[in-house]
């Protein structure tokens, strides 16, 4: 049988990933109102980008996303999906091939958690067989043992096991293009970093594009390749990498978002093998760190510890060198672009 999932977007079909968005002066006027929900926003997404729109509450955020998959028709401008002028294609075919996790998860309470994820490619007609063998996949790639958590229902399921299931669902047909709106928003602080973590994991995996909106900007910088910090009514106030957003912010609004320590912020963002590491010199007692931990991670340790540096290893025990105070500092200073920094 035919894949389904990517016949409206056929560039997805070839590379098994995302696909570009474009958003050109897209504007929302609702009715009676004389103030533009959302005014002339306009904004290019790379196939496989994971950008997030960050901004206070009521400046269009959720609103500029629904517009894609059209559960908020534009009143002008316009919006395409792989060059295709989304308006041309039928609403409900559309939404078929683009997943959508919200912050209320809007797992179907009555249908098991098998059945919710089956629930597209239900629509689509796939076969039973390949439902099955599609389920039992997710489920596993989220992290939801299908022999333990197939047959339950939401309810028996905790917080984060249902937003587990919520994206297992959206990504149930291999929609090119995903929309969240703070699907982690609800969840505890230890809950919330464990399922970013997850995420991170996955979207390394699968490459879909992913508009993700978020009000907080310390999520915005973990999980996005790039970030548009938006004011009222969708203005963009500067769209680009967390690390140069942290660098150098385009004015005082976004200053004002990033809040303090956007030192520390970069260095989470750049991993240990960023650094020039000074020669290992034998001393004895220093605490070891692994080059796929971050920056950040080595300044903790040094100041928990005390010691005046690390040493570095590889995933093999093989010592690198030593990582000292001065050695970060340079880093931070220096020309790295790791995921953006400046």
């Known amino acids: 049988m035919p894949d389904q999932s990517t016949s409206l977007f056929p560039s997805s079909a070839a590379t098994r990933g995302g696909v570009s968005i474009e958003l050109d002066g897209v504007t929302k006027t609702y009715p009676g109102q004389s103030t533009h929900a959302v005014e002339n926003f306009s904004m290019k997404i790379h196939p496989g980008e994971l950008i997030m729109l960050v901004g206070p509450s009521g400046c269009g ?14 009143t002008s401008g316009s919006i395409r999906i792989d060059g295709e002028d989304i308006l041309s294609l039928s609403p409900d075919e559309l939404r078929r091939h683009i997943g959508y996790v919200i912050q209320q998860i809007g797992l179907f309470p009555h249908m098991t958690i098998a059945e919710n ?3 597209v490619p239900r629509l689509l007609k796939w076969s039973k067989q390949r439902i099955a063998a599609r389920v039992e996949e997710l489920l596993e790639t989220v992290q939801l043992d299908p022999a333990v958590f197939a047959d339950r229902y939401p309810r028996q399921l905790s917080g984060g096991q249902q937003q587990r299931a919520g994206v297992a669902r959206a990504l149930a047909a291999d929609p090119p293009v995903m929309l969240m709106d703070e699907p982690f928003g609800a969840t505890d602080p230890i809950t919330r970093e ?8 996955l979207q390394a995996e699968i490459g879909k594009t992913i508009i993700f909106v978020t009000h907080d900007f310390d999520e915005a910088v973990r ?31 976004v200053a004002s978002f990033i809040g303090s320590g956007a030192a ?4 989470a963002l750049l991993p240990v093998g960023a650094a020039a590491l000074a020669p290992v010199d034998g001393a004895p007692g220093r605490p070891t760190i692994r080059t796929t931990a971050s920056l950040r991670d080595a300044l903790d340790l040094l100041v928990v510890t005390g010691a005046d540096a690390v ?17 970060i500092s340079a880093a931070l200073a220096g020309p790295s672009r790791h995921r953006g920094t400046a």
Request: glycine share 6%; charged share 30%.
């Open 117 to 119: 994820v089956a629930t």
């Open 311 to 327: 040493v570095v290893a590889d995933d093999q025990g093989r010592h690198l060198g030593r990582l000292r105070h001065a050695d």
């Open 264 to 267: 520390l912020k970069r260095l």
């Open 194 to 201: 464990k399922l970013q973590s997850e995420f991170l994991r």
């Open 61 to 74: 955020k959720t609103t500029t996303m629904k517009m894609v998959n059209r559960i908020i028709e534009p």
């Open 223 to 253: 999980l996005g390749d790039r970030i548009a910090v938006l004011s009222e009514r969708s203005r963009i106030e500067q769209f680009d990498t967390p690390g140069a957003i942290l660098a150098a912010p385009a004015n005082d609004y």
